[in-house]
């Protein structure tokens, strides 16, 4: 396996891709000795016009030149969507890449970021980097999930406060989806800066912590916007409903609002501006 992280990624990455595609459904036999899921290499190979050496080497992480046009082909042999494309180029790619400054400066909300997140009173509002650090909120947010302010910086990290808190568990009644839907977004930042040695880190923390984690995180799952329908049961406002719909800030990449909708015809709404004003009067 070669060393280089990027390459490690993409190699996993495209086993993960193989192994959900059914030999039948492209129209191989699906024969009685096969020993793994999904396609062989040289089934991909050929749907993809390659040579079976070239994709061997590929998939294994060798240093190989891989044009966007055979990347194309690749991407449609796997059947992979849009996000999954640019995923595979931005591992495959190395120009295509974000380069990391381990220099830079953290990235900030400015005032009119937080204009907006603040009037938008009836929409929990998440702002995270591209560690999915939580570095804004609105009072909404607040409210419905946690309060972030109680939470130490280093631990105020969204996928680490989905895996370990337990009132993340409690509240989505979806949790697997509503977790996945962040890891995915994760997955995309990390092709992004897979030479960034954080990553590495946090993920071998979150795996050898979490087997659920884990098993989420091999599911190779890429989303660079997903939008997600949540349930919640919240201990005080009972059933709500929300749909998730993720923004990158213009003018800063790295930045990203999720913000959650009340679900139209529900009482979610109503039942938010309820928490919002015993809130007020608590305070």
Known sequence: MNANPRLQALSAFLKTQRAKISPESVGFPAGTRRRTPGL???????????????YTWLEQGRSIQASPSVLDCVA???????????????????????????????????PSLQKIITELTCCPVIVSDRMCNIVGWNEAA??????????????RNMIRLLFTRREFRRLAVNWEQFASGFLSMFRSYYGRYVGDG??????????????????????GQVSYAPDVHLEFRHAKAGKMVYELTSLSVYGQDDLRCSVYTPSPDTTTEAKLRRLLEENRKEV
């Open 40 to 54: 062989r290499r040289e089934e991909v190979a050929q749907l993809a016009g390659v040579s079976t050496t070239w």
């Open 76 to 110: 449609s042999a796997l059947r992979m969507n849009a996000d999954e494309r640019k995923y595979l180029y931005s591992l495959t790619l190395e120009g295509g890449s974000a380069a990391y400054t381990p220099e830079s400066e953290p990235l900030r909300i400015g």
């Open 142 to 155: 607040r409210c419905v999930f946690l309060d972030f302010e109680r939470i130490s910086a280093d631990e």
């Open 198 to 219: 954080w990553y590495d880190r946090f993920l071998e923390e979150m795996t050898n912590a979490h087997p659920d984690f884990k098993t989420m995180w091999e599911n």
